[in-house]
T-cell receptor, first 114, second 113 residues
C-alpha cells in the first residue's frame, strides 16, 4: 500500500517567517494530496489540497507544491502567525479511484513564536 | 449545510467490555463514510469505509467492526475492548466520485482501562 513520509516532525519558527513541511509518497498513481491542520483536542480540518493535474496551488498564505516526478509535495505557510501553531498532516490517496485509501503522514508539530 | 455528529463525545471503558460508537451525517444524501483511529500524538489510520447502506469495507480491523444501518449512520463496535483501543475515533465523510475531499467529524475520545 501507499506510504507517506512527512518531515520535519517538529518545526519552530518566528512569527512572520515562512514554514515548510515536506512529504513524499511511493505510489506513482497517487492523484490527490490534502493537507489537514489539527489543533489540540480538536478534529483535523482540511486547509488546502492539490490534485495530480496541478503543480502549485495557493490559498491566501498557504502554498502547496507537487512534484510528481520526484513523488514529493510540500506545504508552505508564508508570514506565519501564532494561530498557525498546530499539528499538520499531509496525506496521499493511492490508486483505486475515489474510494481508495487516504494514507497520512506522521504529522508535523508547528510552533510559531511571537 | 451538512452537519456531522459523533457520539459519545468521550468514554471511559474497562478492558473486555463492549463498545459502540456512532456517527450521523445530515444534509448530504448517500455520502461515503469513513472511520479513523488516532493514538494520542499519532497519525490518522483509516479503519473502515462505506459507500452505501449495508456495505462496509475493512482497511485495518484492529479487532473492531463497522456497520452502516442507514444512509446517514455509521457505527463502530467491538464486543471486547483492548487497552490498545484507547485513542481518538474520527468519522469522516465525502461525496464520493470526483468530489472525494474528506471532512472529519468532532471525534470520540476513548480511554480503556
Amino acid at each position: 500500500g501507499e506510504q507517506v513520509e512527512q518531515l520535519p516532525s517538529i518545526l519552530r519558527v518566528q512569527e512572520g517567517s515562512s514554514a515548510s513541511i515536506n512529504c513524499s509518497y511511493e505510489d506513482s498513481a497517487s492523484n490527490y494530496f490534502p493537507w489537514y491542520k489539527q489543533e489540540p483536542g480538536e478534529n483535523p480540518k482540511l486547509i488546502i489540497d492539490i490534485r495530480s493535474n496541478m503543480e502549485r496551488k495557493q490559498i491566501q498564505e498557504l502554498i502547496v507544491l507537487l512534484d510528481k516526478k520526484a513523488k514529493r509535495f510540500s506545504l508552505h505557510i508564508t508570514d506565519t502567525q501564532p494561530g498557525d501553531s498546530a499539528m499538520y498532516f499531509c496525506a496521499a490517496r493511492g490508486s483505486g479511484g475515489s474510494n481508495a485509501k487516504l494514507t497520512f503522514g506522521k504529522g508535523t508539530k508547528l510552533s510559531v513564536k511571537s | 449545510a451538512q452537519t456531522i455528529h459523533q457520539w459519545p463525545v468521550a468514554e471511559i471503558k474497562a478492558v473486555g467490555s463492549p463498545l459502540s460508537l456512532g456517527c450521523t451525517i445530515k444534509g448530504k444524501s448517500s455520502p461515503n463514510l469513513y472511520w479513523y483511529w488516532q493514538a494520542t500524538g499519532g497519525t490518522l489510520q483509516q479503519l473502515f469505509y462505506s459507500i452505501t447502506v449495508g456495505q462496509v469495507e475493512s482497511v485495518v480491523q484492529l479487532n473492531l467492526s463497522a456497520s452502516r444501518p442507514k444512509d446517514d449512520q455509521f457505527i463502530l463496535s467491538t464486543e471486547k475492548l483492548l487497552l490498545s483501543h484507547s485513542g481518538f475515533y474520527l468519522c469522516a465523510w465525502s461525496l464520493g466520485g470526483a468530489r472525494d475531499t474528506q471532512y472529519f467529524g468532532p471525534g470520540t475520545r476513548l480511554l480503556v482501562l
